[in-house]
């Protein structure tokens, strides 16, 4: 085999491998843990906070080069042109008076120039601080922005472990419609149902049919929204996996309010950030102050020029007229038009408006805690109570079954124990996912990762 032809090989075997990577991942459920790691590296408004945290970095790369001297080089080729001039004419350039006939000349200067601040109050270190701040409140934005991902792929992960669970309880509601209506035209053939009987039996086997088909369009929407997170865009199968949860589970004990909120205080990223954000205004609020202090800064710089309309050659126009200079230059504010007050006013009230934010997202945190907590207890507590519900009508609506086929109950009352039966199936499904998703959510603002 030569070279080409091992070389096409290797791509053919890498394209087959990739195409059955492919193919296997469509074909695989995915868990929580695989879709929130396949959001964080792929949705689009952490890519977005990755850039603002990047533009953050060369920002500050910015700010620490001003405390160096800048150098900066120019030059001016200029033409005159004088078309009516009939004799010699005086003429001073570069500080040399010359005399001379020439309708066009041109001029030439060049210039190396540097400047470098050498106090200013302290802004540019402090900004340099500011900055700095500024790139971690930045970094805790798109920790913020992960969490709440996380948070909302759960929801809807464990809605489409709710809906899955629902449509199971459908599709056996739909069978048991479906033997009953059997049985009910033979009742009818008998003469033991009426045709309004027969008729309410298919209703209730159309409408479980309709209730699982909704249930499906249901599940189907979830899915759609979990893609749309996990920016899935193309047509690729898409599934969860299924849980094993038992009442030890549903059951386990729930932090307190209190305990979570505590440790969320320190944990929360938008905790962090509002108080970074006092941080930076307490750094805006000296930066406007350094406006009052005087400020000192040095020049340097080197020059030369040429004139065509000189005796001299350019090469001697150029070393008679090499200069060099430099100076200090000594700023002091004296009257500014309160441009230094009203800057400090200002930054004395963003501070202001800093601490009533962290003041604000404190109290969000404690609502959003206290309502996890409650959603966690309350499910809980109907969980033991649909638990309960739930054998008594099992029990007896295999009653009333067994009861309607022997003629012995009417319709009415068998579909009002399939209501009950269903009803307390719905709550028992719905009180336990809730549960489990409360106390992971409750959990998770402990610093714990989402594990269902």
Same mark, same amino acid.
């Given at each position: 085999?030569?070279?080409?032809?091992?070389?096409?090989?290797? *791509?053919?075997?890498?394209?087959?491998?990739?195409?059955?990577?492919?193919?296997?991942?469509?074909?695989?459920?995915?868990?929580?843990?695989?879709?929130?790691?396949?959001?964080?590296?792929?949705?689009?408004?952490?890519?977005?906070?990755?850039?603002?945290?990047?533009?953050?970095?060369?920002?500050?790369? =910015?700010?620490?080069?001003?405390?160096?001297?800048?150098?900066?080089?120019?030059?001016?080729?200029?033409?005159?042109?004088?078309?009516?001039?009939?004799?010699?004419?005086? %003429?001073?350039?570069?500080? %040399?008076?010359?005399? @001379?006939?020439?309708?066009?000349?041109?001029?030439?200067?060049?210039?190396?120039? #540097?400047? +470098?601040?050498? +106090?200013?109050?302290?802004?540019?270190?402090?900004?340099?601080?500011?900055?700095?701040?500024?790139?971690?409140?930045? $970094?805790?934005?798109?920790? $913020?922005?992960?969490?709440?991902?996380?948070?909302?792929?759960?929801?809807?992960?464990?809605?489409?472990?709710?809906?899955?669970?629902?449509?199971?309880?459908?599709?056996? *509601?739909?069978?048991?419609?479906?033997?009953?209506?059997?049985?009910?035209?033979?009742?009818?053939?008998?003469?033991? %149902?009426?045709?309004?009987?027969?008729?309410?039996?298919?209703?209730?086997?159309?409408?479980?049919?309709?209730?699982?088909?909704?249930?499906?369009?249901?599940?189907?929407?979830?899915?759609?929204?979990?893609?749309?997170?996990?920016?899935?865009?193309?047509?690729?199968?898409?599934?969860?996996?299924?849980?094993?949860?038992?009442?030890?589970?549903? *059951?386990?004990?729930?932090?307190?309010?209190?305990?979570?909120? =505590?440790? #969320?205080?320190?944990?929360?990223?938008?905790?962090? @950030?509002?108080?970074?954000?006092?941080?930076?205004?307490?750094?805006?609020?000296?930066?406007?102050?350094?406006?009052?202090?005087?400020?000192?800064? &040095?020049?340097?710089?080197?020059?030369?020029?040429?004139? @065509?309309?000189?005796?001299?050659?350019?090469?001697?126009?150029?070393?008679?007229?090499?200069?060099?200079?430099?100076?200090?230059?000594?700023? %002091?504010?004296?009257?500014?038009?309160?441009?230094?007050?009203?800057?400090?006013?200002?930054?004395?009230?963003?501070?202001?408006?800093?601490?009533?934010? &962290?003041?604000?997202? =404190?109290?969000?945190?404690?609502?959003?805690?206290?309502?996890?907590?409650?959603?966690?207890?309350?499910? =809980?507590?109907?969980?033991?109570?649909?638990?309960?519900?739930?054998?008594?009508?099992?029990?007896?609506?295999?009653?009333?079954?067994?009861?309607?086929?022997?003629?012995?109950?009417?319709?009415?009352?068998? *579909?009002?124990?399939?209501?009950?039966?269903?009803?307390?199936?719905?709550?028992?499904?719905?009180?336990?996912?809730?549960?489990?998703?409360?106390?992971?959510?409750?959990?998770?603002?402990?610093?714990?990762?989402?594990?269902?």
């Amino acid at each position: 085999m030569n070279f080409m032809s091992y070389k096409n090989y290797l *791509m053919y075997a890498a394209c087959l491998f990739q195409a059955l990577a492919v193919a296997g991942q469509d074909s695989t459920r995915w868990s929580l843990q695989e879709c929130i790691d396949y959001a964080i590296a792929h949705n689009i408004q952490l890519k977005q906070n990755k850039i603002t945290e990047e533009q953050g970095a060369a920002d500050l790369l =910015q700010k620490k080069a001003e405390l160096f001297p800048s150098l900066s080089f120019s030059t001016t080729q200029a033409i005159d042109y004088r078309p009516l001039q009939k004799s010699e004419t005086s %003429i001073v350039a570069n500080g %040399i008076a010359n005399s @001379s006939s020439n309708k066009l000349t041109e001029n030439g200067n060049y210039g190396l120039n #540097a400047s +470098w601040t050498v +106090w200013d109050g302290g802004a540019n270190r402090k900004n340099i601080k500011a900055q700095k701040l500024q790139n971690q409140i930045s $970094a805790l934005a798109t920790q $913020a922005t992960a969490n709440s991902i996380q948070e909302q792929i759960a929801q809807l992960y464990v809605q489409i472990l709710y809906s899955k669970d629902a449509l199971d309880v459908n599709k056996a *509601m739909e069978e048991t419609a479906k033997s009953q209506f059997g049985r009910g035209k033979e009742m009818y053939e008998q003469g033991q %149902i009426s045709k309004a009987d027969l008729a309410q039996l298919e209703a209730q086997a159309a409408s479980a049919q309709y209730d699982c088909v909704a249930t499906q369009t249901q599940i189907d929407n979830y899915k759609r929204q979990l893609k749309e997170l996990l920016e899935i865009t193309d047509d690729r199968k898409f599934d969860i996996s299924g849980i094993g949860t038992n009442d030890e589970a549903t *059951m386990q004990l729930i932090p307190s309010v209190n305990e979570v909120y =505590q440790k #969320a205080l320190n944990l929360r990223p938008e905790i962090q @950030s509002s108080r970074l954000s006092i941080d930076a205004a307490d750094l805006d609020i000296d930066i406007a102050k350094a406006g009052y202090y005087p400020s000192i800064s &040095l020049t340097a710089g080197i020059g030369d020029s040429h004139y @065509s309309g000189s005796r001299e050659s350019a090469g001697e126009q150029m070393r008679q007229n090499l200069s060099a200079s430099a100076g200090v230059t000594l700023s %002091i504010p004296i009257f500014d038009n309160k441009r230094n007050k009203t800057n400090v006013q200002k930054a004395k009230l963003n501070k202001m408006d800093s601490e009533l934010q &962290l003041q604000d997202q =404190q109290k969000k945190l404690y609502s959003t805690v206290e309502e996890y907590w409650l959603n966690a207890y309350s499910n =809980q507590q109907k969980y033991v109570a649909a638990n309960a519900k739930l054998k008594s009508a099992q029990t007896s609506y295999e009653l009333l079954d067994e009861q309607f086929k022997n003629g012995l109950k009417n319709i009415v009352e068998l *579909m009002n124990g399939r209501d009950e039966l269903m009803s307390a199936q719905q709550d028992r499904l719905q009180s336990k996912y809730n549960t489990l998703l409360h106390i992971q959510l409750l959990k998770f603002y402990q610093g714990e990762s989402i594990n269902l």
